[in-house]
């Protein structure tokens, strides 16, 4: 290698892996020929029937949950946080 070569991290990686330089250019790449865009499929819109307007009633009687006119029952209230700590003395 030469003083130049010391200095290329490339041509280390390849000295590290044991690769040598080819004499013959290496030839150009062709590209693949550009992807046309695929257009979406013509497809008939299907249309929701949706009601005026939700009762949820309505809905769980049908999922079979029973009424659901009664309200859940209250949580319980938080417990009152404790009071702070008096200030310790320094020892």
Same mark, same amino acid.
């Given at each position: ?12 990686? &390849?000295?590290?892996l044991?690769?040598?330089?080819? &004499? =013959?250019?290496?030839?150009?790449? #062709? #590209?693949?020929? &550009?992807?046309q865009?695929v257009?979406p499929r013509q497809e =008939?819109?299907? #249309?929701? =029937?949706?009601p &005026?307007?939700a009762n ?5 009687? =049908?999922?079979?949950?029973?009424? #659901?006119?009664q ?14 700590l ?6």
């Amino acid at each position: 290698m030469s003083e130049h070569d010391h200095n290329d991290p490339w041509a280390s990686l &390849a000295e590290t892996l044991g690769a040598t330089p080819s &004499a =013959e250019p290496t030839p150009p790449r #062709t #590209t693949p020929p &550009a992807k046309q865009p695929v257009r979406p499929r013509q497809e =008939e819109k299907r #249309t929701r =029937e949706t009601p &005026a307007s939700a009762n949820w009633d309505d809905l769980a009687s =049908e999922l079979g949950l029973g009424d #659901t006119g009664q309200a859940p029952p209250p949580r319980p209230a938080r417990p009152a946080p404790p009071p702070p700590l008096p200030p310790r003395d320094p020892p």
